[in-house]
């Protein structure tokens, strides 16, 4: 008999030869599933079972609820492999034995395509990623035919139109699956120009456009292509561009096209700016929870202000941060503009407040590696909490820099607990956490190097076998080359007793030729660190570092010292630096740090204040302090340029003895005084011209770059910096100056840009430093 709105079949039972009464839906209701079978109408080849099963919810030792069934027919139909849907269900003891009847959608056996001249077919039949063989559903064959669109609109083609039908094979046996095609004209994109604009001219509202005129280097930009919804979305930019500048009625009739012959076109957009408008002032509704006084300081327009459309956006984003942060989830605010005079109007912020809500209860959803407790910690709502829609930021911006997850959702719902609750729905994709990369790269400091490394940013180490899940993160790298020999292991748990404390162990070992041409130094050891956030844009970070320390000094050192001892002159100052060391020591940090992004940092800064001290006291030979302080300045200027400011200042003593040459402080290579050698700025040795370190350092270079091309940028940079021999000496009468350029690549294959540098010492007190201009090559990752 037919049940509800779906096709349910319920079979009668017999009992020695006599029908039973008819049973109904609700007989079966409640009952324990003994078995979900599918029974084929037709060709079972075309759709495999296993498919089938998992578009359905009901199984086997589970409850029968019609509402499932319904529920699993809906979600078969929607699967696009079955043409027609039964349900029938028996009793069997106890319980009832379900068969899903199914006809399945025939086999696609070819795909084909009809109205292509400009690809063949072979080429389309890749482009649309559909492989013949078994049945295709509807989404399947959506998806093929966007790909094919997006094919055609890559090539030029924008106004391509593709339909499709299904029709029998020619063999009898399955069906063929035909893409229909009207590629119309090519277009590409010579120009765009703009009519009616008087107060801003082309260049500067094509600026605002992602749509642009094909060029020199449109094979790697892309640009010349004609995208239709992006074009709508730039008209918009355009037109919003205007209303942030005053131009409050500035409006376009659309964007028209002119063919200027071989498949190019003109793009016209004619624009209507009106009138400039101020605003004369800024007024808000009627409000319960703040006052006018408490909101009006934080609105960046204000009365006398042009007309600022983005400034408005802004400040009604403000104002429901504000409400949110009061735990008003629903509040909405609806910016109301009214004429005030000729060319003015006043914006007055109407508010619905809504109700209160406190945090029913967190709700993580789609974490099958990650451990909740990993998810939870990063949520700063907890239940019973007053709401806060700002948190619902934090969360998510907090959940996206785990990089555990390849999308990550944070949103409210209505909670089970009440109309005042609401909950906190958390629904996060997993990604790939592990990491093994090997290759070989190259260095201006040290030639080529061949590198394995092996990373787990979502490590468990109670986790044997699988080690994933616990949130901590596990690395070790080996670097082999011509002149180093680099091998580390590290892991760190970022939340160590249940508290915000991040904190990292570290064992390495790490062969350095290319320090020196006199001596090889070798660093072997182990560290523990420990990090504590104190706000959101501060931390502390303290470590303890035991390390042995190898100077092997070359022998001709000795010679050459000899030999200048018997001419009367100063013996060698690295003679006695050979030998080991046992360095222990502690170190503690304060960072500040607001940059907007580590890698390509456009706005922001960061500052680093550091104090160090090794000493006998702490079980090593080496008595040294010292004090470091570093930062960086960062500004994005017109076009997207960058202009950066870096510096440093860095102090070394000794309590006892000297400074070891291991201690002491250099500058010159590719991350300071790029126009010098690596480590060559600085007081020498008399008898080997080896720069053997300073104990007083200063460096600053200013750097500024410009986009070219996608992930192409040109730098210009100037650096200056001086190294002196005693502690506690910030003259800089011995200032070293270097100027050059470079370029930025971000290139696919590396999470970090390659700088590729060419630099020149303008002004050197050291003769034997300047060696003329110099390449370096570098990846251009956190300073």
């Known amino acids: 008999m037919l049940e509800r709105a779906c096709k349910v079949v319920l079979a009668t039972a017999f009992v020695l030869g006599i029908a039973t009464a008819p049973a109904s839906a609700q007989d079966f209701e409640g009952k324990n599933v003994t078995a979900v079978d599918f029974r084929y109408q037709g060709d079972r080849a075309a759709v495999d079972e296993a498919r089938l099963r998992n578009y359905i919810q009901l199984r086997a030792g589970s409850t029968y609820m019609t509402d499932t069934v319904d529920s699993d027919i809906k979600s078969l139909y929607e699967s696009g492999f079955v043409d027609d849907v039964r349900v029938l269900a028996e009793p069997v003891g106890n319980g009832v034995r379900v068969v899903y009847e199914v006809v399945p959608r025939s086999e696609i056996v070819g795909v084909g395509f009809v109205g292509n001249s400009v690809f063949s077919d072979t080429k389309l039949a890749k482009a649309s990623e559909l492989k013949a063989g078994g049945a295709l559903s509807d989404q399947m064959i959506l998806d093929a035919r966007d790909n094919l669109e997006n094919h055609y609109e890559e090539a030029g083609y924008p106004d391509v139109s593709i339909s499709y039908r299904v029709q029998p094979a020619a063999t009898g046996s399955g069906s063929e699956l035909i893409f229909i095609i009207d590629e119309g004209q090519k277009n590409e994109i010579r120009d765009i120009r703009f009519e009616g604009n008087n107060t801003f001219d082309d260049r500067t509202l094509r600026r605002q456009m992602s749509v642009k005129e094909k060029g020199l280097l449109s094979f790697f930009t892309k640009a010349g292509r004609f995208e239709v919804d992006q074009l709508d979305a730039d008209l918009d930019a355009v037109l919003d561009y205007y209303r942030s500048k005053g131009y409050l009625r500035a409006s376009s009739p659309g964007v028209r096209r002119e063919p200027v012959g071989d498949g190019r076109v003109d793009l016209v957009i004619p624009v209507n700016e009106g009138e400039k408008y101020t605003v004369k002032g800024v007024g808000f509704g009627k409000m319960s929870v703040f006052s006018e006084d408490e909101l009006y300081p934080a609105m960046t327009l204000q009365g006398g202000d042009a007309y600022n459309s983005k400034k408005m956006r802004a400040d009604m984003t403000t104002i429901r941060s504000y409400y949110g942060s009061r735990g008003y989830a629903d509040a909405e605010v609806t910016p109301d503009i009214r004429d005030a005079g000729p060319n003015q109007v006043n914006v007055i912020y109407r508010i619905s407040e809504g109700r209160r809500f406190r945090v029913g209860s967190v709700n993580i959803q789609g974490n099958i590696k990650t451990q909740d407790r990993v998810i939870r910690r990063e949520v700063p709502l907890k239940p019973d909490d007053y709401f806060n829609s700002v948190e619902l930021d934090t969360t998510k911006s907090r959940l996206d820099g785990l990089q555990y997850f390849s999308d990550v959702q944070v949103s409210s719902s209505p909670s089970g607990r009440g109309g005042g609750y609401r909950d906190v729905d958390i629904m996060v994709e997993e990604r790939r956490t592990g990491s093994i990369s090997a290759g070989i790269g190259f260095s201006s400091i040290d030639n080529i190097v061949g590198f394995v490394n092996l990373e787990q940013s979502n490590f468990d180490i109670m986790n044997p076998w699988s080690f994933t899940g616990g949130g901590q993160r596990f690395a070790m790298n080996l670097r082999l080359g011509s002149e180093r020999t680099d091998f580390g292991i590290s892991l760190t748990e970022p939340w160590f007793l249940g508290r915000q404390l991040a904190l990292t162990g570290e064992l390495f070992y790490r062969d350095s030729q290319y320090f020196s041409d006199f001596y090889e130094q070798t660093n072997a050891g182990a560290a523990v660190s420990i990090r504590k956030p104190l706000t959101e844009r501060t931390y502390l970070r303290a470590e303890y570092r035991i390390e042995n320390v190898e100077i092997d000094l070359d022998p001709g050192v000795a010679v050459l010292s000899a030999a200048s001892v018997g001419r009367g002159g100063p013996p060698s100052l690295l003679l006695p630096e050979a030998g080991d060391y046992l360095r222990s020591a502690l170190s503690a940090n304060w960072i500040y740090d607001s940059r907007d992004a580590l890698i390509e940092t456009r706005e922001g800064s ?135 350029i470079g370029v930025r690549l971000k290139l696919p294959v590396s999470p970090v840009p390659i700088a590729l540098d060419y630099a020149f010492p303008i002004e050197s007190p050291d003769p034997i430093a300047d060696q003329g201009g110099r390449f370096n090559f570098s990846l251009s990752y956190e300073y």
Do not use: C, M
């Open 606 to 740: 960061k500052l680093d204040v550091g104090v160090s001290v090794a000493g006998t006291f702490l079980g090593g030979d080496v008595d040294t302090y010292g004090l470091t302080i570093r930062g960086q300045q960062y500004w994005n200027l017109k076009w997207d340029s960058i202009l950066s400011l870096n510096g440093e200042l860095a102090f070394v003593d000794a309590t006892s003895g000297t400074v070891p040459v291991f201690d002491r402080l250099y500058l010159g290579g590719a991350r300071t005084l790029r126009g010098f050698e690596f480590r060559d700025v600085g007081p020498r040795d008399p008898v080997t011209g080896e720069v053997v370190g300073g104990q007083s350092l200063g460096f600053l270079s200013v750097e500024y770059t410009v986009p070219i091309i996608d992930n192409v940028r040109l730098a210009a940079f100037y650096d200056l910096g001086f190294v002196n021999g005693s502690a506690w000496d910030p003259d800089p009468s011995d200032l070293y100056h270097d100027i050059g």
